[in-house]
């Protein structure tokens, strides 16, 4: 069964500062995704991953998979308010044509 | 372009109660996915149609159950609700997941069941 694993599960920013989210899979993908959800909100796509190697970058997040190490990366760079939210990576299982998500990381830019 | 619409967006029940839920999916897309969201479980994959069949099920008891019409409109239903169901119901849409390339999934805003 393929699993997924966040960490830090909460990560207390200050604005300007860079930090990293990780995002281990324990099982072979060709797909990774990260989203974004706000309090209440629906989840809103940020990046699709699908080859080793790939780095997808959009203002301030930077996202990267290495599929021989089953990791991607969240980079974020110069942590401004907005982007406080909860980000999920979430893997495909190719036998199964579903999404299974990390736990999701809370992360809180405080000024 | 519209995006994926589900209705309702909140409603409460009680326990032995059923509900159902629809979901709307963006036009031209042809699967539909449905998760479960709570705070102590996270996101959980319940099930996936696509051209109304049932491609895929999660882990989850048989009274939750769902649908996909012709239109590639969706419902799920629970049956014989319990207080843990209570969580935040989420469709999704894309082309066909099984395909090669990126394939997003767009979420709907989702429904909040709350159980009583």
């Known amino acids: 069964e393929l699993k997924v694993e966040q960490n830090p599960l909460f990560l207390s920013m200050q604005e300007g500062k860079n930090y990293t989210i990780y995002c281990n899979y324990s099982t072979t993908s060709d797909r990774l995704y990260w989203y974004r959800q706000d309090p209440g909100k629906s989840l809103e796509s940020l990046f699709v991953?699908?080859?080793?190697?790939a780095v997808k970058q959009e203002g301030r997040l930077m996202a990267s998979l290495d599929t021989k190490a089953r990791l991607s990366t969240l980079h974020i760079t110069a942590a401004v308010h907005d982007l406080s939210a909860t980000y999920f990576c979430?893997?495909?299982?190719?036998?199964?044509?579903?999404?299974?998500f990390g736990q999701g990381t809370i992360l809180t830019v405080h000024p | 372009k519209a995006g994926v619409t589900q209705t309702p967006r909140y409603l409460i029940k009680t326990r032995g109660q059923q509900v159902t839920l629809s979901c709307s999916p963006i036009s031209g897309h042809r699967s539909v996915s449905w998760y479960q969201q709570t705070p102590g479980q996270g996101l959980q994959f319940l099930f996936e149609?696509?051209?109304?069949?049932?491609?895929n099920k999660g882990n989850f008891p048989g009274r939750f159950s769902g649908r996909q019409f012709s239109n590639s409109r969706s419902e799920m239903n629970v049956s014989t609700l319990e207080l843990g169901d209570s969580a935040l119901y989420l469709c999704?849409?894309?082309?066909?997941?099984?395909?090669?390339?990126?394939?997003?999934?767009?979420f709907g805003a989702g429904s909040r069941l709350t159980v009583l």
């Open positions: 149609y696509f051209s109304e069949t049932q491609r």
């Open positions: 999704a849409s894309s082309l066909d997941p099984n395909t090669s390339g990126a394939n997003v999934l767009t």
């Open positions: 991953l699908l080859s080793n190697g």
């Open positions: 979430a893997v495909v299982d190719r036998s199964y044509g579903k999404l299974t």
